[in-house]
């Protein structure tokens, strides 16, 4: 008989390690919220399961051993999850599924569970070096409504954040940790009306469009014109000689399908690597 058993010791979630992202086993921490649950037989480990219970609560991870696939344990741990967060009053669950098989047979087992696919988003690498003669970029003339991140007014980015929020769009916006001259914001009448959020990798200087949002600027080119001022402000940045290493990769994600268009449009060499799929439950 499998079971599915909270782990409550520390020393416990410690035992299952290997079986959990490290980015979200360092996320137990006292008073943070997030709990895992296993799935074990006598003998065996068979499955785990780790989510942050807050109001709105977040499944991280959800990992059933190959030999124990096709018997219902992710149900069964998701069914707990679901229980578990009805009883602390949470208003809803999501979570998101990064690859290929993922999404098939984790969307298909949320699905049955009453989730509903909220978004779609296709994460792209392309080649930094060609950049500078992307003929694409080099006919599109500057736009004034676009400006850094770090110039924009801050009560604006307040606003255009809370809108973020409000409408389940995006609530990083504020985040300090994307590139605040490299990001951009496009703004009329002195109100935010989108953006491209850029983060860099410290390591090897590559960058990362983590967001995109023109759904406001009521103007096509809007993202043209942001991812623009991103690419040229970056291209500025480097120098390529003997001593300087130049990143080859950056990567964009795609937040809906006329993105994704309009990527493969502007950067031809692009290639999908990674799908992220998130579903919703309301509780």
């Not at 110039?151 to 809370?162: G, H, I, L, M, R």
């Not at 001259?181 to 983590?210: M, N, P, Q, T």
């Amino acid at each position: 008989m499998i079971t599915a058993t909270q782990l409550i010791d520390y020393t416990e979630v410690e035992a299952l390690r290997g079986l959990i992202p490290e980015d979200i086993y360092e996320g137990f921490t006292p008073n943070s919220g997030r709990m895992a649950f296993c799935a074990a037989t006598k003998k065996a480990v068979c499955g785990i399961l780790v989510f942050d219970a807050k109001k709105s609560a977040v499944i991280q991870s959800l990992y059933v051993m190959p030999k124990y696939r096709k018997k219902y344990i992710g149900t069964e741990l998701l069914e707990t999850a679901i229980s578990i967060c009805k009883d602390l009053g949470c208003d809803g669950i999501t979570a998101s599924l990064y690859d290929a098989d993922d999404v098939v047979i984790a969307g298909r087992m949320l699905t049955k569970e009453g989730f509903e696919q909220v978004s779609f988003q296709t994460v792209y690498r392309f080649d930094l070096k060609r950049l500078a003669s992307n003929r694409v970029f080099a006919k599109v003339p500057p736009c004034d409504n676009v400006i850094a991140l770090s110039e924009a007014d801050e009560k604006a980015k307040k606003v255009f954040s809370n809108d973020l929020i409000r409408t389940n769009q995006y609530d990083h916006f504020l985040d300090p940790g994307f590139d605040q001259d490299v990001s951009a914001v496009f703004v009329k009448d002195k109100r935010i009306l989108g953006c491209v959020l850029v983060s860099r990798d410290e390591e090897d200087g590559s960058i990362s469009i983590d967001y995109a949002n023109t759904n406001n600027c009521g103007n096509k080119m809007a993202l043209m014109f942001l991812l623009k001022h991103a690419f040229d402000v970056y291209s500025s940045t480097l120098v390529e000689d003997e001593d300087t290493y130049f990143p080859d990769d950056g990567y964009i994600l795609a937040t809906n399908e006329s993105v994704g268009t309009l990527i493969k449009k502007i950067l031809p060499d692009a290639e999908v690597v990674d799908q992220i799929n998130t579903y919703a439950l309301a509780l």
